[in-house]
């Protein structure tokens, strides 16, 4: 299986501030990695496919790219609504695993 | 709008059986066109892929962990899909979520687009 890990495990934040959040995967993949951001006691949500498409009405501020195993997701101007858990998830492989998630929390 | 919505779950004792539901509606979404996924998360955990079923229920995949335990099944007539929990451990205590996969009439990408508020499955005695 590919193991997925993420850091930071946790990120304190302003509104405002530009937030990174990397993904990195055990071993070589194409671009078939995800991102998904969940809330507490709520769904996750499905943010960016394929390493860098933003899925629809999800707000320009985020983005996703890659360099090698490593993936980021960046969210620029930190947004009251972004506080949440992020994960990412690889689905090149079967099996589909997701990271760990990082916590996106308030400074 | 697709709307995905999860039910039957509840408390169960070790070794016992439940069946959860998921249904879609809204939008233009085509269940029968699209593969559906079960992913679960502990409390207080991240999430783990628990299984997946065909657009046409011709194939299914599970985790190990849930091997020869959980069986998927699908409606495509009431746009449902269903899965059976059997053999239930303390360890399978989770929320359970329905999602829907990316991927149009052709086997899964297992990309998950849609997804429902999921259902808690606590198993104890």
């Known amino acids: 299986d590919i193991q997925m890990t993420q850091s930071p495990s946790s990120v304190s934040a302003s509104v405002g501030d530009r937030v990174t959040i990397t993904c990195r995967a055990s071993?070589?993949?194409?671009?078939?990695l995800a991102w998904y951001q969940q809330k507490p006691a709520r769904a996750p949500k499905s943010l960016i496919y394929d390493t860098s498409k933003l899925e629809s009405g999800v707000p320009s501020r985020f983005s996703g790219s890659a360099s090698g195993t490593n993936f980021t997701l960046t969210i620029t101007s930190l947004q009251p609504e972004d506080f949440a858990t992020y994960y990412c998830?690889?689905?090149?492989?079967?099996?589909?695993?997701f990271g760990p998630g990082t916590k996106v929390d308030i400074k | 709008q697709v709307q995905v919505v999860e039910s039957g779950g509840g408390v169960v004792q070790p070794g016992g059986s439940l069946r959860l539901s998921c249904v879609t509606s809204g939008g233009s979404f085509a269940f029968s066109s699209h593969a559906m996924h079960w992913v679960r998360q502990a409390p207080g955990k991240g999430l783990e892929w628990v299984t997946t079923i065909w657009h046409d229920g011709s194939d299914q995949r599970f985790a190990d962990s849930v091997k020869g335990r959980f069986t998927i099944t699908r409606d495509n007539s009431k746009n449902t899909v269903y899965l059976q929990l059997t053999s239930l451990r303390a360890d399978d205590t989770a929320v359970y979520y329905c999602?829907?996969?990316?991927?149009?009439?052709?086997?899964?990408?297992?990309?998950?687009?849609?997804w429902g508020q999921g259902t808690l499955v606590t198993v104890s005695s």
């Open positions: 999602a829907t996969d990316w991927q149009h009439q052709a086997a899964p990408i297992y990309y998950l687009n849609y």
């Open positions: 998830q690889q689905y090149y492989r079967f099996p589909p695993t």
């Open positions: 071993q070589g993949m194409n671009s078939w």
